[in-house]
């Protein structure tokens, strides 16, 4: 039997399988993207695929402290886009 990975959503603190969430990464470029692949290179932060809680990081401001960057309300949008 095949080990499935298990990562932490950085908004809700559950470890979930890693189909079930969604990654965002920053670049060696310092750009913040969400990564559909989970292969890109960079500094990666797990949520959870809901926009319940994206709504609880976009308002505790989650992705900008894991990130240590200001005002990722272009990234917030983008994930939105995914979820629904």
């Known amino acids: 039997m095949k080990k ?3 990562r932490m959503c950085v908004v809700t603190r559950n470890k979930t399988d890693k189909k079930d969430l969604l990654r965002i990464v920053k670049t060696p470029e310092n750009n913040v993207e969400v990564d559909l692949t989970g292969k890109k290179n960079g500094k990666g932060a797990y949520i959870t695929k809901s926009l ?3 709504d609880t990081a976009k308002k505790k401001k989650i992705l900008e402290t894991v990130f240590e960057v200001d005002n990722l309300d272009y990234i917030y949008e983008e994930i939105k ?4």
């Open 52 to 54: 319940e809680v994206l």
């Open 81 to 84: 886009k995914y979820l629904k």
């Open 4 to 6: 499935i990975p298990q």
